[in-house]
């Protein structure tokens, strides 16, 4: 993204790629890719440079007015907080989709041992992973819960969800049944 600058004064954007015209001149599409700094400068194109953009699950987030300063446009972001409990509620609601969809395809391996009387007993394993994803779930919905503030919320580090077993459930034979 380029910015066109007249009397050190912001005027208008101009994206990559796009034909543009400046005092009366018509320039193609191609010209602020194959024009050189020295060129761009002449006519009074500078490069914009973006602030980081606010993460917009946990605020309100407009775009400021550009800033030329220094050879550049600079565009930053004001970011207003959004409601602290139906942002926590939503992001509880996240972390329990994540779990679920996490679990749901390993649900058949209880389901199996369930029906079977046992015949067919959830691996060791599995039943930790499951238990694992579970607590993990918990320990976020509680961290999520105990921000009081959207800062807070928003600073907290994404889940890294426990790896699955390596051992396929489908690898597992029933245990032996005495009559």
């Known amino acids: 993204m380029f910015a066109y600058v007249l009397n050190n004064i912001f005027q208008y954007f101009i994206p990559a790629g ?9 320039y193609p599409a191609n010209w602020l890719n194959l024009s050189t700094p020295e060129q761009k400068a002449a006519l009074g194109i500078v490069d914009v440079v973006y602030g980081t953009y606010p993460n917009d699950t ?29 942002c926590q509620a939503n992001a509880v609601s996240a972390i329990n989709a994540a779990a679920y969809s996490q679990l749901q395809p390993t649900d058949w391996l209880v389901i199996r041992s369930t029906e079977s009387g046992g ?61």
């Open 58 to 86: 946990y605020y309100w987030v407009s775009q400021d007015s550009p800033v030329y300063a220094d050879g550049v446009v600079t565009v930053n972001y004001t970011a207003t907080p959004k409601d602290l409990a139906t």
């Open 119 to 179: 015949v067919y007993p959830v691996p060791a394993t599995w039943n930790t992973w499951r238990q694992q994803i579970r607590t993990q779930a918990s320990n976020a919905a509680a961290a999520i819960n105990a921000c009081t503030t959207v800062d807070e919320l928003a600073a907290l580090p994404p889940i890294q969800w426990i790896a699955q077993p390596t051992t396929l459930p489908a690898e597992v034979a029933p245990t032996t049944v005495t009559p």
């Open 18 to 26: 796009t034909a543009f015209e400046i005092d009366g001149v018509q």
